[in-house]
């Protein structure tokens, strides 16, 4: 294990990766890292600027010989997704993160590492301070809260950047070039109960499902991985229906854009079932590690005694909600028909929370298709309105349509011709890349997006490639040499 990652190859984007590690950075936390890349740009003598939501651009002049080259904005997001294993102390708002290598790996200890997106900023930042690189004019963009709004594209203005040409350096497969990614949709439910005396003949319990792999919503989800909010409430059904057990409260899933790893429920069990609803959980665990054997075998889930809670949520609404959780789709809903293994359309169930006397639900629906997204969108109000909720529909965001006869497309292809001696796979990608909001307030750019490659992003188990991470540098630089004049 080798922990000192700044001395990785290219020693330039490794130094500015280790630094980002050591800067918290949560969406919508990541002041300090706007600091930190403000004052990076500043000293490096470059024009610098905060636009009104909190984006950093950073304008670097073109070097000698370059000035006729079309312009360059190199973009890549300052946020990062928190996430760790529930064994893990560990404060995304304060603590550094434990990024070591092994075996040609980047990783971090118990949490998310933070290459999503923290290698395209850090390459960004290696060119902005590079003295030999040969480019054009470029102009970096960074923006904020990417991961639970995309907020800092969103309200990006018409007019503040110059260039023709947006790179975005947010994909995780080397060798790939993106050319279109989904749109997407939050759905929001949530259900209003009332709060019901938890009676003496009842023991409190608490049921824990954890060890599930999670993962990014977009880019894991035809990985059939376990949603732990759809495995608990597949055993809370069954636990109620059989056993008489009551729900108080339900916690499953922290992030909307994230699979849910774990999921904890305080129930309230007759005394004389406690053994009865044991041998349960015993079952159901038995059951979920059958089959779910190939991708989720480090599955737990167990049952054991808690203080008794204040109250349990009125039967109506706890039928209502289980019902409605369990008849929610989840997972790949479509996949496309024009691009072979492309994941058309798709729904993640998120979050499950009880807030006081409400039970939140949270979903994230993405498409490349706008029409199959507002299908998706139909069945889940009919689903939750059937069962008493309240629901509504927010944080909408566009997909981007590839362009078959993007310049920048031909020329970064044919540089990584020049350099590998094969042609990059041409790709749309399920996720939600900013470059859907960004060409709607910039329709004259050409996009592309790239990167190397990422494993598990969104999950404690995320990782990145060194020997790509050097390959998409020389990719990049390559790339900034060749590109087209105006």
Known sequence: MNTNISNLTP???????????????????????????????????????????????????????????KGVVLQAHLDMVPQKNSDKQHDFTKDPIEAYEEEGWVKANGTTLGADNGIGVAAALAVLASKELKHGPIEALFTIDE???????????????????????DSEDEGELYVGCAGGTDANAVFTFMEEEFPEDYKGMKIRLTGLKGGHSGMDINLERGNANKLMFRLLKYLVANEEVRLSSIEGGSLRNAIPREAFAIVGVPKEKVESAQKTVARFKAIYLDELKSVEPHLELTIEPTQAPAFLMDEMTQDDLINAIQACPNGVIRMSTDIPGLVETSLNLAIVQTIHKEV???????????????????????IFLLAGANVWFDGQYPGWKPNPDSEILKTMQSVYQNKWG????????????????LGSAYPNWDMISFGPTIRFPHSPDEKVNVETVQKFWEFLIATLENIPNK
């Open 11 to 69: 020693q330039n984007l490794w130094h500015y990766f280790h630094a980002l590690t050591q800067i918290p950075r949560p969406s919508k936390n990541e002041g300090e890292a706007v600091r930190f890349v403000e004052k990076e740009g500043k000293a490096l003598g470059l024009e610098t600027f905060k636009d009104e939501i909190g984006n950093v651009i950073i304008r670097k002049p073109a070097t000698p010989g370059m000035e006729k080259a």
């Open 147 to 169: 991961e639970t709004g995309m907020t800092g594209a969103n309200h990006l203005k018409p007019g503040i950047l110059k260039g023709d040409i947006l790179i975005n350096m």
């Open 360 to 382: 939140h639900v949270k979903a994230l629906i993405r498409s490349s298709v706008d029409t199959a997204k507002e299908d998706v969108e139909s069945t889940l109000e009919s």
């Open 422 to 437: 094969k042609t990059p796979e041409i790709k749309a990608i399920h996720a939600g890349l900013e470059c859907g909001i």
